[in-house]
């Protein structure tokens, strides 16, 4: 399976940015829809944004337009450029293929946004 490793998450303020990377091995990602996840103290792991290998997005309602998705297959990276964070965007992240492998969660990183 592939293996993914998360990092760049920080303690920000509101309104910084942050930008997320996604280190995959063991397989080439390049043909896989590749997803960012989030995770909150005491509640469910939720979509946060995918993309296709061809570059086509998706994105959850409550970080559309502040958040973005990129990737480089040849580098078998993924990415996720935060702007305008929020208190509420504190999670820790991860990325996965979509649909998710469970063999394939990481560690993720952890993001906090202060007030």
Known sequence: QVQLVESGGGLVQAGESLRLSCAASGRTIRLY??????????KERDFVADISW??????ADSVK????????NAANMVYLQMNSLKPEDTAVYYCNIMPPDFRSWGQ?????VSS
């Open 54 to 59: 061809g570059g086509t997005t998706n994105y």
């Open 65 to 72: 337009g502040r958040f973005t998705i990129s990737r480089n």
């Open 108 to 112: 993720g990183t952890q993001v906090t």
């Open 33 to 42: 829809r590749m997803g960012w996840f989030r995770q909150a103290p005491g």
